[in-house]
């Protein structure tokens, strides 16, 4: 089974994974470049025990918005109408190309918090991240898909 359809069956199912088959997996993905990611994505993560699984929850985390290289919104929710909205939460982040488990692709850099989110390429519309933090014993991994713009709402 190739890596992508290993990955969204593990998506779609909802099952818990191991820190060493979902790096296998990420691995196995082609690297992107930072305008792929410009847009709006919405997200989902996948369950290792990662106390950030329960935060991102706890916080109605949603998805992120890449507006540009220089303008991220790391942490989407929804507010009381359905709209997306930017999260202060951890502030903004920017996007670079960083080396990364042996290729260099697109990374969200987080402006005042020692964290990276490095992603591949699932398709044209899904990508895979991991969430890597300085301090952090393993990373978090999540999934995100793009949004079309009939989906997306009202983003502020």
Do not use: C
Request: charged fraction near 30%.
């Amino acid at each position: 089974m190739s890596a992508t359809n290993a990955l969204l069956e593990l998506i779609a199912g909802d099952r818990e994974s191991t820190v060493d088959a979902l790096h296998q997996l990420f691995d196995a993905l082609a690297p992107i470049d930072t305008a792929f990611m410009h847009g709006e994505w919405e997200g989902g993560v996948l369950r290792t025990g990662h106390p950030g699984e329960q935060q991102l929850a706890a916080v109605g985390w949603v998805g992120k918005s890449f507006h540009d290289d220089d303008d991220v919104d790391p942490i989407v929710t929804r507010d009381e109408g359905g709209r997306r909205v930017a999260s202060p939460i951890l502030g903004k982040a920017s996007l670079r190309l960083v080396h990364y488990r042996g290729a260099a692709t697109a990374t969200m850099i987080y402006d005042k918090h020692p964290i990276f989110d490095h992603f591949r390429k699932i398709d044209d519309d899904r990508v895979f991240g991991v969430m890597d933090r300085k301090g952090d014993r393993a990373p978090l991994f999540f999934h995100l898909r793009r949004l079309r713009p009939l989906e997306q709402g009202a983003a502020s």
